[in-house]
Structures are given as C-alpha cells and as structure tokens.
C-alpha cells in the first residue's frame, strides 16, 4: 500500500555532489521521520540521516558537515545533499519513512569514484 519512490543515486567523481530524494505516498498518514540507511558488505545497517516532521535531524558522525537532509511535509518527500563525497560514501542508500511502522524503499546505489 505504502511506496517510497527514490531518485538521484548515481556515479560521482570524489569531491563531488549527489542528491537523493524519497517521495511517499500510498496509505501512509501522520509521517513522523523519514530518510536514509546505508549498509556496506560485512557491516551492519547504520542509518545516515533522518529528518521529523518537526525538523529535526540526525547524521551519522562521518557525514556531518557534508551531507544536508530536509523534508518537505506537503509533499511526503524527503531530501539528501551530498556534498564533498568520498569513495567510502559509496554504497546502497535505502529510504526508510516513519509513521509509527517502518517503510522502505527499493534502495539506490551511489558509487564515488575517480
């Protein structure tokens, strides 16, 4: 019933930018948080960004200052500015919303390479 539908991954040279967007839609009401998680081989799923309703935010450490996360409460959708990216950024980005039960996306793919 619940889509997430995500855009913007891609191929980047080092030191470049990406930006990531995740629209919901479908029956989902009173969003509470939305954004993304990465997982790398071998390494547990560790969320990169998340943004509430209200506003607030959350990054993980190595990302700070670098990537910029933003919802849009209208629209359902929820924003990733990746910026300074390095070859560690790349990985599988997967959408999550939160309206008191978990939703994900199909996950995309972002490489950073020279």
């Known amino acids: 019933q619940v889509q997430l539908v995500e855009s913007g991954g891609g191929l980047v040279q080092p030191g470049g930018s990406l930006r990531l967007s995740c629209a919901a839609s479908?029956?989902?009401?009173?969003?509470?948080?939305m954004g993304w998680y990465r997982q790398a081989p071998g390494k547990q799923r560790e969320l990169v960004a998340g943004v509430t309703s209200g506003g607030s935010t959350n990054y993980r450490d190595s990302v700070k200052g670098r990537f910029t996360i933003s919802i849009d409460n209208a629209k359902n959708t929820v924003y990733l500015q990746m910026n300074s990216l390095e070859p560690e950024d790349t990985d599988d980005y997967s959408c999550?919303?939160?309206?008191?039960?978990?939703?994900w996306g199909q996950g995309t793919q972002d490489a950073v390479s020279s």
């Open positions: 479908g029956s989902i009401f009173s969003i509470y948080a």
């Open positions: 999550f919303a939160n309206n008191g039960y978990d939703y």
